[in-house]
């Protein structure tokens, strides 16, 4: 969930109960899926690799200095990172764990997402799907779920973190936030409970990248190329992060 450039809304083409499919009208082949008065997922039809979001491309960056190939996607939406990455390494695997089926229902018929090479969608809770899965390795995991405007608070405890980190040696979680920081610094702080360094990536307000990582990746080359995204982002470092976690203790699964 995130925020893409204005652009003049649409008549919608496609709708549930609260989920609308617009035509993007600048960009015959962009489509954009609201939730809410949410902006869930953007696709272009005609171009898989362009990521109109900003924090997915971001996240992009991110999992290329990582060398992520195997990445398993908790919230898929209209699967908008996955299709990505997936048409530009068809040799690796991309896998969605997508909790709403009627989300799956309106990709598959108005955002057109199809069965491809490396990309395997399925319908299923993500932390229900790591715990049955023991034994699975990713290169990273990816977050991106929400209820409201919110992260599901089962995703992001110190225990869940945990069985992440036990599959996988880097998390990346999208958060919605406004400058308290307030969702930020918990889920930060649950992570560091799980991984050895813990950073971010993204503005003051709006779409945060909580990153979680078993060893220290190359920050200054992730920041460089974040320079020249078209909404350039900031990345907090784990020594100025941890600072500013100071007195924020994690949610755990007790507390839900």
């Known amino acids: 969930m995130g925020k893409r450039r204005r652009r003049s809304a649409s008549p919608?083409?496609?709708?549930?109960?609260?989920?609308v499919v617009e035509r993007d009208p600048e960009h015959p082949s962009g489509r954009l899926l609201r939730q809410g008065q949410m902006e869930a997922s953007y696709v272009d039809l005609?171009?898989?690799?362009?990521?109109?979001?900003?924090?997915?491309?971001w996240i992009r960056i991110v999992l290329r200095?990582?060398?992520a190939r195997r990445v398993l996607h908790v919230g898929g939406g209209a699967c908008a990172l996955a299709r990505a990455l997936a048409a530009e390494d068809?040799?690796?695997?991309?896998?969605v764990c997508e909790s709403d089926a009627r989300v799956l229902e309106i990709a598959r018929a108005h955002l057109g997402l199809r069965r491809a090479r490396g990309l395997r969608v399925r319908h299923a809770e993500g932390r229900a799907f790591i715990a049955a899965h023991p034994d699975a390795r990713w290169d990273a995991v990816v977050i991106d779920a929400f209820e409201g405007?919110?992260?599901?608070r089962r995703l992001i405890t110190a225990e869940a973190l945990a069985a992440v980190a036990r599959a996988s040696p880097l998390?990346?979680?999208n958060v919605v936030d406004d400058r308290t920081a307030?969702?930020?610094?918990?889920?930060?702080?649950?992570?560091?409970?799980?991984?050895?360094?813990?950073?971010?990536?993204?503005?003051r307000s709006g779409n945060t990248v909580v990153a979680g990582a078993a060893a220290q990746l190359d920050l200054a080359l992730v920041a460089a190329r974040a320079a020249a995204d078209p909404s350039p982002p900031r990345v907090t470092w784990p020594a100025t992060l941890?600072?500013?976690?100071?007195?924020t203790a994690p949610l755990r699964d007790d507390d839900l």
């Open 12 to 19: 919608p083409i496609g709708a549930g109960p609260d989920l």
């Open 46 to 57: 005609a171009d898989p690799t362009h990521l109109e979001f900003d924090y997915l491309r």
């Open 65 to 67: 200095v990582a060398g």
């Open 90 to 95: 068809p040799d690796g695997r991309q896998e």
């Open 149 to 152: 405007a919110r992260v599901p």
């Open 171 to 173: 998390v990346l979680v």
């Open 182 to 203: 307030r969702d930020v610094r918990l889920i930060a702080a649950a992570a560091r409970t799980a991984f050895g360094s813990v950073w971010t990536i993204g503005g």
């Open 242 to 247: 941890a600072a500013l976690l100071s007195g």
